[in-house]
């Protein structure tokens, strides 16, 4: 499944773009987040389930610089919310089908 091209979280709007695998390979990430910019990039040679889990994991960096809370955990609580999170959507579906029913804004 494609990816989203823009997400809006907190007041930002993101733009998703690539991530090319030469320059992920280099740096040793998967994923970036500019907030300055409002730029999240992803490396599209992944499996779903690890580019959903990048995806995952990009936004709550954005969540976390937006809620300016103290950089010195960031990566790790990053990672770990991000890896419960895409377990929890991973294996109930009827509960993000109840999160996407539930917080549907009217149109
Ligand atoms: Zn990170």
Avoid at 31 to 46: L, Q, W
Avoid at 54 to 68: G, K, N, P, S, V
Avoid at 79 to 100: I, M, S
């Amino acid at each position: 499944m494609k990816l989203p091209e823009k997400v809006k979280i907190g007041y930002r709007n993101y733009k998703i773009a690539d991530l090319p695998q030469h320059e992920a390979d280099a740096r040793g990430l998967r994923g970036t987040h500019y907030a300055h910019a409002g730029i999240i990039r992803i490396e599209r040679n992944m499996d779903t389930e690890q580019q959903a889990n990048t995806f995952i994991h990009e936004i709550l960096h954005a969540c976390w610089l937006q809620c300016d809370i103290n950089e010195e955990l960031e990566e790790h609580a990053v990672t770990v919310l991000a890896n419960q999170l895409t377990q929890v959507f991973q294996d109930n579906p009827e509960v993000t089908k109840y999160l996407r029913s539930a917080l549907a804004k009217q149109r």
